[in-house]
């Protein structure tokens, strides 16, 4: 069972950066594609952005431009660079691990980023 863990979260303000990371245990990371999702308050949880085993990224459109996803797979962890924030983009920030071949799913507890006006 993969093991997902996020950190980097908080309270910043507008304009502010945050660096957000998620380690993951075992050996199947390399392999997968990683994402971060968030959920604001009140609103359904939405992809923030991913990136596949070989390096290829997607972002939402909300955040091209002012977030870069990244990932270091000698170390089993994925970043999240985040820049140039918004009241909009507070939220909880989960981390996601699809294994190869739709082998399934799995997420870590989330976040917290705030950002204040």
């Known amino acids: 069972q993969v093991q997902l863990v996020e950190s980097g979260g908080g309270l910043v303000q507008a304009g502010g950066s945050l660096r957000l990371s998620c380690a993951a245990s075992?050996?199947?990371?390399?392999?997968?594609?990683m994402s971060w999702y968030r959920q604001g308050p009140g609103k359904q949880r939405e992809l923030v952005a991913l990136?596949?085993?070989?390096?290829?990224?997607n972002y939402a459109e909300s955040v091209k431009g002012r977030f870069t996803i990244s990932r270091d797979n000698a170390k089993n962890t994925m970043y999240l660079q985040m820049n140039s924030l918004k009241p909009e983009d507070t939220g909880v920030y989960y981390c996601?691990?699809?294994?190869?071949?739709?082998?399934?799913?799995?997420w870590g507890q989330g976040t917290q980023v705030t950002v204040s006006a």
């Open positions: 075992g050996s199947i990371f390399r392999l997968s594609t």
């Open positions: 996601c691990l699809d294994r190869p071949v739709g082998l399934g799913r799995s």
């Open positions: 990136v596949t085993n070989n390096g290829g990224t």
